[in-house]
């Protein structure tokens, strides 16, 4: 079998192409330079909801990723539209967590409030660039099937399955923002909710969200099932 006989299932190249531009606008994003100079009123209840935006985002994509997305890679009956609402669902809530970074690098404070701050901003980082990780690895899945099933030293033959797995860990300044938010109780006074939001687990931001298997059968001469 050459590689030119190798072809990927019909809903897989609308899933990829529909993947490359989010993909793509999540690098520039992350190279996009802010200008700071939002002078928050209360520091302390910005950072806390701004957390709150990294809790969300979470919990929705576990559902997008296992329900949504997941799912749809494993139909070859599916549709285009189906596909691409999947994609459309992920790119929201991604937006979401893009406009929030955004926000916590625009913020201008300074001291303590300062070292805060910059703490929540490779807290978001530290996210987004396993975001970016699994979109990379996804891409290249899919832009080169054959290539990744033998850089995986898997069967080249029969039925093959490579899982894509998004893990999601805690950033390691997780716990300088709970020391920190630990400093503020007496300034923040009744904001319980927030001291308690800042835990070095990272509140669950920690573990496999979602494991998505791309999977084909490798006949003689096609590379999937393409039901078109």
Known sequence: MNDESVTLPRHLQIFLEAVRPVRSRLYGALEQRVA???EPLDFPGCLYD???????FAQN???IVNDRIGKVVQRNDVSKDEILGAVRDFERELDSLLSAYQSVRALKVCGDDALARGLMEEVYLHLLHQIRGWLDELVEVLSDPLGSIKKRGLPTSGYVEIPINLTLTPAPQFAKLAAWANAQREKIGARTRFHAAFKPDGLGLLGTLGVMWLGWEIGEHL???DDD
């Open 36 to 38: 700071r100079g939002v």
């Open 223 to 225: 590379f999937g099932k």
């Open 61 to 63: 994509l576990d559902c």
């Open 50 to 56: 701004l957390f709150g935006v990294l809790e969300r």
